[in-house]
């Protein structure tokens, strides 16, 4: 049984949403959920469930909230009783695999790595998001956590990334590309063109630079970059995904035949919004720890926490962790034996 923790405080929409997700997520036999949260809110929103298997659920009283304003770092030192804090030690302490939280960016990531822990041969986690492309997803990693990277942190990313791809996202042999502003080898500034032939000897099927533009094609599986880059790539494909939709809905608006023509072909514009669906992923996981942590959007409804859930029930199944060690030691070992 996997038991995977859940904070029902953080969000927009906490607890309803929270709790609602995790009451379907439940459709998987082999996990157990522990929700965090204020007890009576927490309960009373599964008493609104009907026929919710409560066997599978336990709800832990954690009634401090941390807020977007607090200063991260300081907010975990004195929020010991908050939802991500307490989440965060039972990942910690082995009696939580994974931990879901829609709540502070900041103080998940600055507590994920602080209470969780690295694994070996990680110097920084990495915050990865799954971007959709033409012909699936794109990993993107980092967009969020290191906006000061060395060249190092970017081949971890690289291994990171490509353990993910291939075992939660199903892409065999993932293709690794280091986004940068041509495809030639030289191209780039200082922090890209060291990163290169460390990106070569990573034991990834490293295929070279990746221009942005090139990632909503599917030129790659998984983009690496520093998270100042990640995060502008991140918010401008959010950006951009909502506009199109928005300009394709008031073409197909502006006549009676367009109009007619959008009713033909209802189902195909909605597989394609579905596809820029952020709930359909769940949320973005912090790679490179001792246990999974995964950052919820804000506004994630309980279509979102039921896919975070599953992504981490198979990250367990999955042994994630461990492969990803492995990969590590692998090519650390590799690198000492040249030299």
């Known amino acids: ?41 927490v309960r009373a929103e599964l008493d609104r469930i009907p026929g919710c298997d409560k066997t599978r659920l336990e709800v832990v009283s954690a009634p401090e909230i941390i807020t977007n304003d607090e200063h991260p770092a300081a907010a975990i030192k004195a929020k010991k ?14 009696e939580a695999a994974a931990f879901v939280s829609a709540g502070s960016t900041g ?19 990495v915050l990865g998001t799954a971007l959709p492309n033409a012909k699936g997803f794109t990993f993107l990693a980092d967009s969020g956590a290191n906006v000061d990277a060395k060249p190092q942190y970017l081949a971890q990313y690289a291994q990171m ?16 590309g280091l986004v940068n ?38 030129a790659v599986d998984v983009a690496v970059c520093d998270a100042f880059v990640g995060n502008v790539i991140l ?57 999974l942590v995964v950052k919820a959007h804000g506004s994630s409804e309980s279509r979102a926490f039921e896919a975070a859930i599953e992504k981490c029930a198979l990250f367990a199944e999955r042994d994630i962790v461990d492969k990803t060690e492995r990969l590590l030691a692998k090519t650390a070992g590799e690198t000492q034996a040249a030299e």
């Open 1 to 41: 049984m996997i038991t995977i923790a859940v904070d029902a405080a953080g969000g927009d929409h906490a607890p309803a949403e929270a709790v609602k997700g995790a009451a379907a997520a439940l459709k998987n036999p082999g996990i157990k959920l522990v929700l965090l949260g204020n007890e009576a809110a």
């Open 81 to 94: 009783n908050s939802s991500i804090v307490v989440g965060l030690n039972m990942v910690r302490r082995g």
């Open 107 to 125: 103080a998940l990531l600055t507590g994920a790595t602080v209470i969780v822990g690295r694994i070996k041969g990680v110097d920084r986690p």
């Open 161 to 176: 990334g490509a353990v993910y791809a291939e075992h939660i996202l199903g892409v065999a042999n993932p293709r690794v």
């Open 181 to 218: 502003i041509g495809a030639e080898q030289g191209k780039g500034n200082e922090l890209t063109k060291e990163a290169y032939p460390l990106l070569e000897a990573a034991g990834v099927n490293f295929t070279g630079n990746v221009e942005a533009r090139d990632i909503p094609l599917g």
């Open 235 to 291: 918010k401008y494909t959010e950006g951009m995904a909502g506009a199109m939709l928005g300009m394709i809905k008031k073409e197909l608006m502006s006549s009676a035949l367009s109009k007619l023509g959008a009713m033909l072909a209802k189902n195909a514009f909605r597989r394609l919004k579905k596809s820029f669906d952020y709930s359909e992923v769940g949320g973005a996981p912090f790679l490179g720890l001792r246990g």
